[in-house]
């Protein structure tokens, strides 16, 4: 931590970029660590400083910042547009973890990569039928009402323990949709009023099995109300709501897997530019780091929409379970630490 | 890659009736705002990236002092209101045409909202106007609540 603060500091000073103000400042700089080595106590403490200075403050300039980051984000459009989840996941831990941005920029990012898959990929999964239209539609009246109770809910619930109460959630749908893996098949028929006056049910063409796959939608109403959840959380913790929408799909309403991460993707987007005008006003959408992220995370939202037909949904099914685990100690940690 | 689809949906068309005609429509005609909205915005983006290179060609080195920590520190300039946004793009600076382009893609989906609402109405499909009349107006309605638009 303190490691970390040492070199953001002389990051941020103007004086270490020319050639005339260089020495100067890295002398600066060098007083700044001794003062750092004293407290961290030890000289492999200091050295480990300056290595680590040298390679990434210094090294990476803005050009290769934006060219390493369009790399990164369209393999999380990748992944996002396969699972359902938007490119989130991937942004967030990068930026704080791999380029130490602010959690408040990267948050402001993952807005921006959940929008851009979900509108890169929804525009492919619509027009081949993979993801339901009108299932997606009806959901959103949860999420959006789910969003606006979360904006008026921020100051009144305790962020940190929505965390670890998120965490347990996905936890558990984790461990559902693995203990899911075995039922596969879709089915024929539904006594849901709701999904049967709206015409909710449809049929997909799965290219992995070769043939049309029509399936029944059951569970309209624990459905929605699922959802109506997910757009809560969504607001309220500043993540995708992909994480819940796809169990709730998967689960409860029984669409296939791939249905319901095509649903799920074509929906996070209206969630998402829910918040994103506040996110935007917030001044939380910095220009230089959301450009490459949009343009990444939208290349690789066109490759992920091409595999998802071709992949079978038990692969699916078994990447989703990985991912889920991998947020829900994302999400323990950060409702733990703060 | 759209030729061939649009070839599999034609031919598929001549089987189907005509309520399942009527959904392909609805769904075709998502499929092409959502694309056109994409498209738009990242040609945006990426112009106003260029820009933003153009402008300052200390930041188009791949090695030099001159670290990128110092655009996207808390300190970092950027627009994030309406009247910032004018001014940028008066001095035509590019951090403000990517602040364009990324207000584009926000809307994409709100503009997806938008022509399913006409959509269903136009199919005289009643339910699933209401359906999507009620989460455009909750989605107008967050912007409002959010202070973006007030």
Redesign the interface.
């Known amino acids: 931590m303190v490691l970390r603060r040492a070199t953001r500091d002389q990051g941020g000073s103007p004086t270490g970029a020319g050639p005339g103000g260089s020495s100067g400042g890295s002398r600066s700089g060098e007083e700044h660590h001794l003062s750092t080595q004293t407290v961290v106590g030890g000289l492999s403490g200091a050295r480990g400083t300056n290595k680590y200075e040298s390679t990434y403050n210094r090294g990476v300039t803005p050009l290769g910042f934006v060219l390493t980051l369009v790399v990164i984000s369209a393999l999380a459009g990748v992944l996002g547009s396969l699972v359902g989840l938007g490119g989130g996941i991937v942004v967030v831990p990068v930026l704080t973890l791999l380029y130490h941005v602010d959690i408040r920029l990267a948050i402001g990012a993952s807005i921006v990569s959940v929008i851009a898959t979900s509108s890169g990929a929804a525009a492919a999964y619509v027009r081949d039928r993979m993801a339901n239209l009108r299932t997606g539609m009806f959901l959103e009246i949860g999420t959006t009402v789910g969003a606006i109770s979360g904006a008026f809910l921020t100051t009144v619930l305790p962020v940190r323990a929505l965390f670890v109460v998120f965490s347990a959630v996905l936890g558990y749908s984790a461990f559902a949709t693995f203990r899911k893996r075995h039922a596969a098949a879709a089915l024929t028929t539904s006594d849901d009023r709701i999904a049967n006056a709206l015409g909710l049910h449809g049929s997909y063409y799965d290219q992995a099995e070769g043939r049309e796959i029509p399936y029944k939608v059951v569970g309209t109403r624990p459905g929605l109300a699922l959802m109506y959840v997910a757009g809560l959380v969504s607001a309220l913790l500043g993540i995708g709501s992909g994480a819940l929408k796809v169990p709730a799909m998967d689960l409860t309403m029984h669409l296939p897997m791939k249905v319901s991460s095509a649903t799920s993707n074509f929906m996070i987007g209206v969630t998402a530019a829910a918040s994103a005008g506040v996110y935007f006003a917030r001044g939380q959408i910095d220009p230089i780091i959301a450009a490459p992220v949009a343009i990444g995370v939208l290349g690789g939202s066109l490759v992920g929409s091409r595999l998802l037909g071709r992949v079978e949904n038990a692969t699916i099914r078994w990447i989703f379970v990985a991912v889920l685990a991998v947020i829900c100690i994302e999400m323990l940690q950060r409702g733990v630490t703060g | 890659m759209t030729t061939r ?1 649009d070839e599999a949906t034609t031919r598929g068309d001549e089987e189907m009736s005509t309520d399942d005609a009527k ?1 392909r429509r ?3 005609a ?2 092409l705002v ?2 056109v ?2 498209t738009v ?2 040609a945006v ?2 112009a ?2 260029a820009l ?2 153009v402008h ?1 060609p200390e ?18 300039q ?1 627009p ?2 309406f009247t910032q946004l004018g001014a940028y793009l008066e001095a035509g600076k ?2 403000g045409v ?2 364009v ?3 584009l ?6 503009l ?2 938008a022509v ?1 609402v006409v959509s269903y109405l136009y199919e005289r499909d009643r ?2 106007t209401l ?2 009349l ?2 455009l107006a ?2 107008v ?3 409002f ?5 007030s």
């Open positions: 689809s959904v609805v769904e075709l998502i499929s959502l694309r909205g994409v915005s990242v983006i990426a106003g990236l933003m290179f300052h930041y188009g080195h791949l090695s030099g002092p001159f670290s990128y920590h110092r655009l996207t520190s808390n300190s970092a950027f994030h209101t590019g951090r990517v602040v382009g990324i207000l893609l926000i809307l994409t989906p709100v997806r909202v399913s339910a699933m359906v999507t009620f989460v909750a989605l309605g967050s912007f609540l959010g202070g973006v638009l």
